[in-house]
């Protein structure tokens, strides 16, 4: 599983189809969370999606029209609508086969599936979702899942890639497809609300880790230039290790009694010191599907919150990690409430990890699947880094700035020749 950006996607040359589900809002209101609100909030616009893509050998429209629609009866986030109403609001929706339409192609067919993206998939258009499917002049068709924000995160998106396969498997078999209900994501939403307030000391740590960046999450350590107004961003994709690569980093994480994230830490931990001479600090995503009911779920899952790390030291990388993860365990909204929500600012500085090889869900590999994000301005500094079969990779989207291509630059080849030193077996 490989994750890249529509900008940099390869696709065949060939027709390009969509496919729009009948999502029609009705009165039953629904609670909305904390980070939909956030995103929701900012505004209907283009580039609020993220999507996936896999090859369907043979994908017959007919089969991935009733497919796709046995996916959207089993999803109830599928069939929900916002809209604002002094405030964001969330309603649930009815939902009915849609129809094909084919998209003019102009300079490539990737372009084409971002115009279909931005217009479609937006966090107020009744069903903030498209299916697409690439029939290629040559080779197998290309499926495409593309969703508003508000409705996947990665996760979602290859729940939605497996049982769409799932659903086709049983078309082809001469059945009408049947998937069974998974849980809906506002049912988590309501059991957040639920939640009793955080212990004190998480208030505490939260209180310490914004007065450390003057009120705000954390920045990038170096300077971006003028972010003041969010730029066009600049995408760099790198394959730090192979897959042996990765074996050797598991075996030196394995000799330090914890997992490779922490190794990971350490090397960047390593590399904020000696370039900025401060710890490592940044916003750090955490999944929130802590119980197996939520794990065949697609929604926003995803909730934020910060790492801290002063001491490269693997170990101490591991406790700064489960400490990390008891600050995104409970609701962030009382939380942020005396700050009038979360207190980001521009330079915001993330740092995510995803190993797929952990995931209890996934699409096979021999279908060469890909996340896919939009193109949009940004004010900030995100990487991503994924580990599969294939081996580490890593991905960072920082704004077009001169100081930041050479700052940003700068810290992404020493965490890049950090990683592989870290990787490298000893001589015998």
């Not at 750090?284 to 197996?292: G, I, L, N, T, W």
Request: hydrophobic residues 45%; charged residues 25%.
């Amino acid at each position: 599983m490989r994750l890249t950006n529509v900008a940099r996607l390869s696709l065949p040359s060939g027709r390009l189809h969509s496919y729009a589900v009948d999502v029609r809002r009705t009165d039953r209101p629904l609670p909305v969370s904390f980070d939909q609100g956030r995103h929701v909030g900012q505004g209907d616009r283009a580039g609020s999606w993220m999507a996936i893509s896999f090859r369907v050998p043979g994908a017959a429209h007919d089969e991935v029209a009733a497919a796709w629609d046995a996916v959207v009866a089993r999803h109830g986030t599928l069939r929900t609508v916002f809209v604002e109403d002094d405030g964001v609001r969330l309603y649930e929706g009815d939902a009915s086969p849609g129809r094909w339409r084919q998209h003019p192609v102009g300079d490539t067919v990737a372009a084409a599936v971002r115009e279909v993206f931005d217009a479609e998939c937006r966090p107020y258009s009744p069903g903030s979702y498209r299916l697409c499917v690439v029939d290629p002049d040559e080779g197998e068709p290309v499926v495409l899942i593309g969703a508003d924000h508000a409705h996947v995160d990665m996760w979602s998106l290859l729940v939605l890639g497996r049982d769409l396969g799932t659903a086709i498997a049983q078309v082809r078999d001469g059945t009408t497809p049947a998937l069974a209900p998974a849980e809906p994501f506002a049912a988590h939403t309501a059991l957040l609300e639920r939640m009793p307030p955080a212990p004190s000391e998480v208030g505490a740590t939260w209180e310490r880790l914004l007065a450390a960046e003057g009120g705000v999450m954390p920045r990038f350590p170096l300077p971006l230039g003028d972010v003041s107004e969010p730029r066009p961003e600049v995408v760099e994709v790198r394959d730090v290790l192979d897959a042996e690569g990765v074996v050797h980093l598991t075996r030196v994480a394995e000799a330090a009694g914890v997992r490779v994230t922490a190794v990971a830490l350490g090397v960047l931990t390593d590399v904020s010191l000696r370039l900025a001479g401060a710890p490592l600090r940044a916003v750090f995503p955490v999944h929130s599907r802590d119980d197996k009911r939520w794990w065949d779920a697609v929604g926003w899952f995803i909730t934020n919150a910060v790492i801290e790390c002063t001491d490269p030291d693997p170990r101490a990388c591991a406790a700064d990690v489960k400490r990390a993860l008891q600050l995104g365990s409970f609701p962030l909204a009382p939380i942020f409430a005396p700050y009038g929500g979360m207190p980001d600012a521009p330079g915001m500085f993330a740092v995510s990890w995803l190993d797929t090889r952990r995931l209890p869900v996934e699409v096979p590999a021999d279908a060469d699947p890909h996340w896919i994000s939009a193109v949009i301005r940004t004010d900030g500094v995100m990487i991503w880094f994924v580990v599969n079969d294939t081996g580490l990779h890593l991905r960072c989207r920082y704004p077009d700035t001169p100081e930041a291509r050479a700052s940003v630059g700068t810290w992404l080849t020493a965490v890049h020749d950090g990683l592989r030193a870290a990787a490298t077996p000893p001589p015998r």
